[in-house]
């Protein structure tokens, strides 16, 4: 089949630009290039996947799940539903980190990372790909999503440390840096029901409206930090008062700051012991 009769073939049942998309993905090319390869034939094993997808999209399964990758900051991560499909917010988690990170720490030579809760590994996966020189730690709970993380830093030929951990349970070391883009969705909080129906509800709803995640990783996080650190959180856009005022209870003597997403939501804080810095 040619490229134009397989768009036009699933115009009849999801949205052009979500063809397009879709299309481009499976044939290996930037989408505004589709109009100008309309006459190519498309191997019939891709057909295949093509059809598939637009199957799995019919049945509400969102497109990431129905192509088994995603983009996050560049770089092709494999998701399927034992992983939260990643957010173009955490990205921007990643960048304020890592811009930190350089910041604050740019003559150590070996910097201890720990990706709290990593799901797919986007977060740590991508900071030891744009910043090779620090040693990322994975951890998460369930073993379907370490399975995924790993599949990912082999996909992107990255060296990384994998465990298996409930929170700090499992973990014996210190770290410089841990970052963490924990459960934060209330169990009574509305969700779009394309995430409800598809996405692990493990990795999405928490405890104390939000919150427990929260407050269980600041209760005990010093005793897995240096005394030098930064502690990084992604955060639900109306907890930034609540979180501070976890971060009032639990920790001393902290230099903490918020920032905003590009939608000019209060999305990530940052937690900083014994560094003199300025935001």
Known sequence: MKVEDLLCLAKKSIHTDQAKLLLATIINLNPLELNIHLNDIVEMELVDKYINCLNNLEQGIPLQYALKETNFYGFNFYVDERVLIPRFETEELVFETNKLINKVFFNKKELNVLDLGCGSGCIGITLKKINPSLNITLSDISESA???????????NVAVNILKSDLFSNLNQKYDVIISNPPYIGKNEEVAEIVLKNEPHLALYANLNGLEFYDKILKSCEKYLNDKYI?????????????????????????????????????????LKNINITE
Not at 234 to 246: M, N, S
Not at 252 to 257: A, R, T
């Open 146 to 156: 370490l399975e995924v993380a790993s599949l990912n830093a082999k996909r992107l």
């Open 231 to 271: 502690l990084a959180f992604e955060i639900g856009f109306r907890q930034k008062k609540a979180v501070l005022e976890l971060i009032e209870k639990y920790l001393k003597d902290v230099l903490v700051f918020t920032k905003k997403d590009m939608a000019g939501r209060d999305r990530m804080v940052f937690i």
